[in-house]
């Protein structure tokens, strides 16, 4: 059985890697900290008896000595900037305690740069490992720094022109499952320590550009002025419009640059990203559509030059229905089929081969920040429930 004392001991070594005093860290994919995350990967597969490999996207495989294909248990260690100590990590540390405490052979994976907070790469590493990664747009993104993400890759060891061959290595892998904080309360609510889930939302991230012109703040009337951040206020306000009008649909206005950001200037530019998330499909995409009008309505009206681009979508996932039933045998009996609205790379992968998660209660329901937080004896409950797993698949 899988204690919280052996998951403590597993998360000491991570806990502090990125981590500032005021409890926020910050692993971004391809840095130094991302770097001595992987130090401590490896550390856990000596002590498991595992053998350590890098994939041509980077991700981080651990592997038994028994031929393949495998069962994999994983996660992600990068995390968002100032974001919580759990998100992914927990994961990796709770998949190599079922590999350590399994009779019979289990992999794990660290997937490079789920977050995608430097490069807005969203699940980078499985999407390259089941080819469904645009390579050539993924390799000519930049960081705020102005740093490639090519050049990113080749400093950190990792060949870029060999991103075409990481789907050669899903044969490898026979299913995987991942072990995640529930980042909500939903687990909380229903009173139990540890969940499967059932399927991901569909989830999309727009990218906004609005071109107007700088003037003075003072002395140009209303009618003369081609203001885009006036134009970018309207157009969020449109889009949490439109979410209203569709049920349990999420609507984010997640980032804002403009330009001069002067307070007696006019703004000339706004970079705007949204993200919208909705139960099924068919509801993201009228929101979408909905969406694309307005904003291009209001530009029009105050005169600024609008490119409007997807940087992200997926249509969300639903888990394998005898992974959902096989980890919900060994997790407590009153645990919901959830429905996650953030994005994992167990549902990459879901596209791809046989793949499942289980959520560790979150009391607070906060993630992606400091104050993130769970028992460590819930996260026992996930992860022996996906041992439980492994020795049936076994």
């Known amino acids: 059985m899988i204690t919280a004392e052996q998951l403590a001991q597993r998360m000491a070594g991570i806990e502090p890697i990125g981590r500032a005093p005021d409890g926020a860290t910050t692993r971004l994919a391809w840095t130094r900290e991302d770097a001595a995350a992987r130090a401590w990967f490896a550390q856990q597969a000596q002590g498991a008896g595992l053998t350590v490999q890098r994939d041509p996207a980077g991700n981080l495989w651990a592997t038994p000595a028994a031929p393949g ?7 992600h260690l990068d995390s968002v900037r100032d974001g919580g100590r759990y998100d992914g990590a927990l994961g990796v540390a709770a998949a190599f305690a079922v590999a350590a405490g ?15 907070a430097r490069f807005n790469t969203p699940t980078f590493g499985s999407r390259a490992l089941t080819g469904a990664l645009d390579v050539a747009d993924a390799l000519a993104r930049v960081d705020q720094d102005g740093v ?17 061959r990481a789907p050669a290595w899903l044969d ?13 309360r939903d687990l909380a609510v229903a009173g139990v320590a540890a969940g499967p889930v059932a399927r991901l939302a569909a989830r999309t991230r ?4 609005l071109d107007g012109q700088a003037d003075h703040a003072g002395t140009t009337p209303r009618d003369d002025r081609r203001d885009a951040l006036m134009a970018a206020a309207r157009i969020v306000v449109a889009g949490d419009d439109a979410a209203r009008q569709r049920p349990e649909m999420r609507f984010t206005p997640a980032r804002i640059e403009v330009d001069p950001n002067v307070a007696t200037t006019i703004a000339r530019q706004v970079r705007l990203w949204v993200d919208a998330r909705a139960p099924e499909p068919i509801q993201l995409q009228t929101w979408v559509d909905a969406f694309s009008l307005e904003a291009a309505r209001v530009a029009a009206a105050h005169r600024v030059r609008l490119d409007l681009r997807t940087a992200s979508f997926s249509p969300g996932t639903t888990f394998d229905q005898a992974v959902f039933d096989g980890l919900a045998r060994h997790l407590p009996a009153a645990a919901p089929g959830l429905v996650c609205f953030a994005g994992h790379d167990a549902g990459i992968v879901a596209a791809a081969r046989p793949a499942g998660m289980a959520f560790v209660r979150n009391h607070d329901g906060i993630s992606h920040a400091p104050q993130e937080d769970v028992s460590l004896q819930d996260a026992a409950t996930g992860a022996d429930a996906i041992r439980a797993f492994m020795e049936d698949q076994a």
Do not use: K, N, Y
């Not at 294909?69 to 996660?75: D, E, I, Q, R």
């Not at 890759?153 to 075409?164: C, I, S």
């Not at 490898?172 to 909500?184: A, M, N, P, S, W």
């Not at 727009?206 to 550009?209: A, G, S």
């Open 69 to 75: 294909p495998w069962w994999a248990v994983g996660s």
């Open 102 to 116: 399994s009779a019979h052979p289990v992999a794990v994976i660290s997937f490079a740069d789920e977050e995608g």
């Open 148 to 164: 490639s993400l090519r050049d990113a890759l080749r400093d950190d060891g990792v060949d870029p022109d060999g991103l075409v």
């Open 172 to 184: 490898r892998l026979r299913g995987f499952v991942e072990l995640h904080i529930d980042q909500t």
């Open 206 to 209: 727009l990218q906004l550009r």
